[in-house]
């Protein structure tokens, strides 16, 4: 923002978009700084939304539902099995949370992003 801003006031409008996801309306068990990570960005367009107010530009933010992506396996597929372990039972809703968004994106195959689409 720090290099864009200027370009915004110069021009006297314009409009910033963030990408961010809708894991911080609906906090995922196992993926608690996917999460948090998302609720920072959510604050901070808010801030610049207010920030902003002198300038005609407008701060938004996209959440996109779950979607194909490398990250994803990273972010369900933990690799201290360890420390998994330590949560008994409830160690296995990861792998239920991790079946059961496998299954959603099986079943809408228009969500996932051209380059997975054989994915």
Same mark, same amino acid.
């Given at each position: ?10 021009? %006297?409008? %314009?409009? =910033? ?9 609906? $906090?995922?068990?196992? *993926? !608690? ?11 901070? =367009? ?7 107010? %002198?300038?005609?530009?407008?701060? *938004?933010?996209?959440?996109? !539902? ?7 396996? !990273?972010? =369900? ?14 160690? !296995? =809703? ?14 809408? $195959? ?7 689409? %054989?994915?």
């Amino acid at each position: 923002m720090r290099a864009d801003l200027p370009h915004l006031r110069a021009h %006297g409008r %314009g409009t =910033v978009l963030y990408t961010s996801s809708l894991i911080d309306w609906i $906090p995922t068990p196992f *993926c !608690g700084t996917c999460s948090a990570s998302k609720w920072a960005l959510e604050a901070i =367009v808010e801030c610049y939304r207010t920030e902003f107010s %002198g300038v005609d530009s407008a701060s *938004c933010i996209i959440e996109p !539902g779950a979607m194909a992506i490398s990250v994803f396996d !990273g972010m =369900v597929t933990p690799s201290d099995t360890a420390r998994e372990a330590g949560f008994g039972d409830f160690a !296995g =809703v990861r792998a239920m949370v991790s079946a059961g968004t496998a299954e959603m994106l099986n079943a809408t $195959p228009q969500q996932r992003l051209p380059d997975h689409a %054989g994915a």
